[in-house]
């Protein structure tokens, strides 16, 4: 049985994908259809506003970090249960060595092309005319005209499109706000820090359901974009690794960097699962281990620092022997002290371990990784602004990943800490790259 499937693409970042993507979202829910949305590449925030969107969690989906079998069968399940399946592509279409448009030949799917029209007329059917004949093969469902100005501009966009790729409509630009989601360092604002967010993406889904693919029956879209994906052969993964463990994990707004596709790979393996907020001043809830995953802590460092009753319980944990993971933002949580420089500021952190955390206004690590663990490789990625000072040993250090089953042996990237049972790194895991290593995080 086939189900409607979109990759929505463009030719960079910034032409408005994930505004689109989302409102398109919204305006099919509201119709009566269940959506599901992913979102290509390792991606954290842009996920928020498409599950708000949806009404449904999103995953990510990347042909090196998850691997091909783990994105058939993700979507495979996902064109058996709902009406339409969203995929949000990543840079540009044809941007990175494993790009969205590497994904849409792999399964054949339907390509959305989302153009930002500013401060261009003719030159837009250029674009879309590239776009669609750089790559032969490619399944183009058509173009969408994005932050036009006027009808007229509207007209003058369409009159340029070559007669063989599908003009679908425009989407205007937005006179309160150009950008109606807002950005800061590591990507967008999270949707659920934003009070008025299901606004801000109706907003722009009521310019889309004017457009010619907003106007489409559903009857048009199942003959034009159905796709039939089959399961993937099964490999038998182990299974019920936890089974009987009890996980802790932080989530607020300082760690709010989770995989939705993790928690529902823990619960798979049969743990119990406990969140918690620090920055509500929970205490550790009883446990069997402890997940700190990354997110904004430098933006709460203030808060943190005072959370003195937390930082004991974690001190009690790790004496104990229970497992700790800590991930990017939640390596650093456990520190002692924040320094920005930029913001002449200095703030106490947990102080669990001896370091100290610089925040800079650049990169200082970013791509795709492999940590060769005792059980296994184990992928993922790195995205991070700060440098981390600490005297925990290092037992290992992640690889650059160039493909799902190949890494840069001579690389050395970011260092996995360890000291007893805690281990931390920059290294955000996917964890179904290896269940056996991925289990082994949270095991004794």
């Avoid at 032969?136 to 058509?142: D, K, T």
């Avoid at 800061?184 to 993406?201: K, N």
């Avoid at 281990?289 to 001190?315: F, M, Q, S, V």
């Amino acid at each position: 049985m086939s189900c409607p499937v979109l990759l929505v693409a463009a030719p960079a970042s910034g032409q408005g994908k994930t505004t689109i993507t989302a409102a398109l979202a919204h305006l099919l829910h509201a119709r009566g259809k269940r959506v599901q949305v992913f979102k290509c590449g390792p991606d954290f925030l842009d996920p928020t506003w498409l599950a708000l969107a949806s009404g449904q969690a999103v995953d990510n989906l990347d042909l090196a970090m998850c691997g091909k079998a783990d994105i058939q069968r993700r979507l495979a399940l996902a064109t058996q249960h709902n009406d339409v399946v969203l995929i949000e592509g990543v840079m540009g279409l044809f941007d990175g060595s494993r790009s969205a448009a590497d994904m849409a030949a792999l399964w054949s799917l339907p390509i959305l092309l989302v153009i930002d029209s500013s401060s261009m007329a003719e030159t837009f059917g250029a674009v879309a005319f590239g776009l669609a004949k750089y790559r032969p093969g490619l399944r183009i469902a058509g173009v969408l005209a994005n932050r036009v100005a006027s009808e007229r501009h509207a007209g003058m966009l369409r009159a340029s499109m070559p007669p063989d790729v599908p003009w679908l409509g425009q989407v205007m630009r937005q006179q309160k706000d150009k950008t109606p989601i807002p950005s800061r360092h590591l990507g967008l604002v999270a949707a659920d820090e934003m009070s008025d967010g299901h606004a801000r993406i109706a907003q722009v889904a009521e310019s889309l359901a004017q457009s010619d693919l907003g106007q489409l029956d559903w009857s048009q879209w199942q003959e034009r974009w159905g796709v039939e994906i089959p399961a993937p052969a099964s490999d038998d993964p182990p299974t019920r690794l936890l089974e009987g463990r009890r996980i802790a994990i932080a989530r607020d707004a300082a760690f709010s960097f989770i995989y939705p596709a993790n928690v529902a790979f823990l619960r798979e393996q049969g743990a119990d699962v406990q969140f918690f907020s620090p920055l509500a001043g929970d205490a550790l809830p009883e446990c069997d281990a402890l997940w700190l995953p990354g997110g904004y802590p430098e933006l709460h460092a203030n808060t943190l620092g005072t959370c003195h009753r937390l930082a004991a319980d974690i001190r009690e944990h790790w004496q104990a022997g229970k497992p700790i993971w800590a991930e990017c933002g939640g390596m650093l949580a456990l520190m002692e002290e924040l320094h920005w420089p930029s913001k002449d500021m200095r703030e106490s952190l947990l102080g669990v371990i001896s370091g100290v955390v610089t925040q800079h206004d650049r990169l200082r690590g970013l791509g795709m990784q492999a940590w060769d663990t005792p059980w296994g490789r184990l992928r993922g990625h790195g995205f991070h602004y700060s440098t981390c000072e600490t005297s925990l040993p290092v037992i290992a250090h992640t690889r650059r990943l160039l493909a799902e089953d190949a890494v840069d042996e001579a690389s050395q990237l970011e260092c996995v800490h360890a000291q007893g049972s805690l281990r931390m790194s920059y290294f955000h895991a996917w964890f179904a790259s290896n269940p056996v290593a991925a289990a082994k995080l949270f095991t004794p």
